[in-house]
């Protein structure tokens, strides 16, 4: 049998859903070798997802922030 065209340990997640993505992969240094994980979010060319990630991430902290009395629904105002 063939070797895969995907390597299946590049399709794992570096994070899981409720955290903020503070990784990414880059192209390994050598053909063969395992991709390299790497602190910090991917730097992106698109000026609007840079903002966003900037507002989203404040929005984030904000909600975090936010106290919750047990009575409450618990919605971020």
Do not use: W
């Amino acid at each position: 049998m063939t070797s895969p065209i995907i390597n299946p340990a590049a399709l794992e997640p570096l994070f899981a859903p409720h955290e903020e993505p503070n990784f990414h992969r880059v192209r390994a240094e050598k053909p063969g070798d395992p991709a390299k994980v790497v602190k910090g979010r991917r730097p992106s060319s698109i000026t609007v997802a840079n903002n966003l990630r900037s507002f989203v991430k404040a929005c984030i902290h904000r909600c975090q922030a936010y106290t919750v009395d047990r009575y409450e629904t618990g919605v971020c105002r």
